[in-house]
């Protein structure tokens, strides 16, 4: 059995809740503070699959877990054997995992003292900014397990400065760049035996930067905790690997010129949920915004970014306060310029999407996803037949290859964690 080593302060409590497939192994396997040591966690045949046309390849995987002892500031053995969950049935849901971080700050002050505690829940003053007045700041990064059992992060640094910029916007002191990443790789590193197999998913990291402190005036809290949880995660979509169909927002906007629009604030999230949850009842996967002004150049879909293929030309909105520079939006631009397409930022109207021969969208959670039909103003349009078009099939390809270390990393973006 391979095991990592880890340091654990104060962990005196145990995090609870439901989690998917809970037997009395798994539960013990989850939970290395229950003293009982336990053994042979029976494990499925792995099969290697991958969304669009992957080498498929078989691996087997058994082992031994042994519940470590745990003290303050104690080294902990996390087992690395995987989880004996259903792989092929994750979606994007949360699994509970072993540990998360947590790290606090006052406001004027930094950083420091982090440490691995417990998976459970936080406590928090009904006070609290966060609470109060939405003071918090997300972010999403994901761990890949590969065939040679090594980690892999996707640009972890992109995601620590992309919460320094919202940190700034939000009035909160945040982590330094090189506090996000050790604690992100503490993280991962603790929680090794839930990051699923090669091709079957991967370990989505939720970094939060939250106002803890308590503050009934509106100002900013006094104190700020930095916390990072993780969980197996499948596709996003219900639709898997189908394109997924849009509508357009006519009426409702995610955000507004001189707003919060371009950093990963909470309330951009909890905005759209009214449009998205309409939309959704009526069959689409998810919303397409507008601009607020003008109501006709592109913005966002809820929870990612939007990608237009006319010929060799690939287009995006360009990102001017309103939009979330997303880090896989950013990647696939290099990605597609690299392999031979125009790629353009620039403002994007709803005609030309509706004329487009392709159309995409881009975050962590979604990687690559096929749109397959806009509806705008009662009238749908469709894209290809119902099928993967090839740009998308072709960028999944390449960004997931480099994602999960199929292929070599010229682009200098992973961080292995072994
Ligand atoms: C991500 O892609 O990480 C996101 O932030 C989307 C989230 C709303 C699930």
Redesign the pocket.
Known sequence: METSAVFLNAATTIGGGFHRHTTTASLLSRNPYLTTPFSFLPLNKLQHQSRFNLPNTTTTTCGTNIAPAVGVNSPVSVPSDTVDIDWDTIG?GLVHTDHMYTMKCSLGGSFSKGELVPFGNIELSPCAGVLNYGQGL?E?LKAYRTEDDNILLFRPEENAKRMMMGAERMCMPSPSVDQFIQAVKATVLANERWIPPPGKGSLYIRPLLIGSGSVLGLAPAPEYTFLIYVSPVGN?FKEGLSPINLIIETEMHRATPGGTGSV?TIGN?AAVLKAQGAAKAEGYSDVLYLDSVHKKYLEEVS??NIFIVKGNSISTPDIKGTILPGITRKSIIDVARDEGFQVEEREVTVDELLDADEVFCT????VVSPVGSITYLGKSVSYGSHGVGLVSQQLYSSLTRLQMGLVDDKMGWIVKLK
């Open positions: 994007f997300f999403g996003y990963k999230y929870s990612c975050g962590t959670a979604v």
